[in-house]
């Protein structure tokens, strides 16, 4: 059973640091990439970050470039979120995804597997 579990969220001020981690277990995830996306209340949810297995490309939403930093640990299975200089419209649900390797990054629909995803609260 696949399973991807986001940890690290919580209420942060504005300004503030997060560091966000997914565990993956049940399947081997090489040449999956791996990503972050958040959905805020009444949003449809939006695409973060990505990243492939070998680490060489990388994905950023424009909103998040500069702030954001997604890296990865494959002897871990683990993938991580480092949000700094938080922002209220940060406010989200933040999910983990993985994306079967061939997969055109940043469209939901590429990620076959989601995690259950962890608050994310940015206070002004």
């Known amino acids: 059973q696949v399973q991807l579990v986001e940890s690290g969220g919580g209420l942060v001020q504005a300004g503030g640091s997060l560091r966000l981690s997914c565990a993956a277990s049940?399947?081997?995830?090489?040449?999956?990439?791996m990503a972050w996306f958040r959905q805020a209340p009444g949003k449809e949810r939006e695409f973060v970050a990505d990243?492939?297995?070998?680490?060489?490309?990388?994905y950023y939403a424009d909103s998040v470039k500069g702030r954001f930093t997604i890296s990865k640990d494959n002897a871990k299975n683990t993938v991580y979120l480092q949000m700094n200089n938080l922002k209220p419209g940060d406010t989200a649900v933040y999910y983990c995804?993985?994306?079967?390797?061939?997969?055109?990054?940043?469209?939901?629909?590429?990620?076959?597997?989601w995690g259950q995803g962890t608050q994310v609260t940015v206070s002004s």
């Open positions: 990243i492939t297995w070998s680490a060489l490309n990388i």
């Open positions: 049940g399947r081997t995830f090489s040449n999956y990439g």
């Open positions: 995804a993985a994306r079967p390797f061939g997969n055109t990054p940043t469209m939901a629909s590429a990620y076959a597997y």
